[in-house]
C-alpha cells in the first residue's frame, strides 16, 4: 500500500488482557516510522469474558465461538479492516469463527509457519510449549507437520509445569512474568531442546512474557511478534528491519 492509506487493524484481546496489550505493543515496535502518522490504527477491543479456550477443549467446558463471533463483529463495526486474535488456543476454532466473518482474520498459526520457513536455516525439529487446550487440538502441530516441520510436546508431567506456569497461583494470567512462571518455563524448554529441539515455539501468546530469547541456547519462536509483523504488512504499514 506504498503512498496509501493504511488499513485499520483489529485486535480482539482479552486472551489474556496482557497478551492482547503485549500485540498491541508489537505492533508499535514493529513498526518502521519516522512519526505518528505512519503507524497504522489499531482498534483493541479487550473482552476477558470469552470463555476459556482450554476448558472447552481439554473439559467440555462453555464454547468461545459466539463470543469471539461478537468480537469480532464489534470491532468491523468500528471500522477495523481485518482482526487478529492474539490467543494461539483460539485458533483451535479458527474454521468456525472465520465462517462468515464479516472481516477478515488473520491466522497467527499460518503466519508462524511461514515465519519459521523464513528462518535461516529453518529448523526441521521444534518444541512447543502451549497451553493444554493447543497440544490436545493439534492446532499448531498439524499445520506444522504437514510442512515437514517436527513437533516436540512436553511429557505429561512437563506439561503440568506450563499449565501452572500460565495459569497458577502466581502465574502469568496472575499478573507474574518473572520468579516461579519463567523458571518453570525454561525448565520444560530446556527438556524439549534436550530432546532435539532446534527452535521452541511460544505456543500460547502468554508464553512470551516470562520466557525471554535469552534464557535459550536456540531460537525462541513468538507467534506474537511474526503475527504483528503479518499484521502491519497487511495494514500497508513499513517493518522496522
Known sequence: MSGGALKTIGI????????GACFFERLIHETEARRDQEHPPVLLFSLPQIPDRTEAIVQGGPSPVPAIRRGIRTLARAGAHFAVIPCVSAHAFYPWIAKNSPIPILSLVDATLAGIKRMKPAPKKVGLIATSGTVRSGTLAKAFEAAGIEVLAPSAQDQRKVMTAIYGKGG??????????????????????????????????????????????????????????????????????
Open 12 to 19: 480482539l484481546g482479552g486472551m489474556g488482557p496482557e497478551a
Open 172 to 241: 502469568i494470567k496472575a499478573g507474574a512474568d518473572d520468579g516461579q512462571p519463567r523458571r518453570l518455563l525454561v525448565e520444560v524448554a530446556n527438556g524439549l531442546i534436550g530432546r532435539g529441539a532446534q527452535a521452541i515455539v511460544a505456543g500460547c501468546t502468554e508464553v512470551p512474557l516470562a520466557l525471554r530469547p535469552a534464557d535459550l541456547p536456540v531460537p525462541l519462536i513468538d507467534p506474537l511478534t511474526i503475527g504483528a509483523r503479518a499484521a502491519l504488512r497487511l495494514a500497508g504499514a513499513r517493518l522496522r528491519r
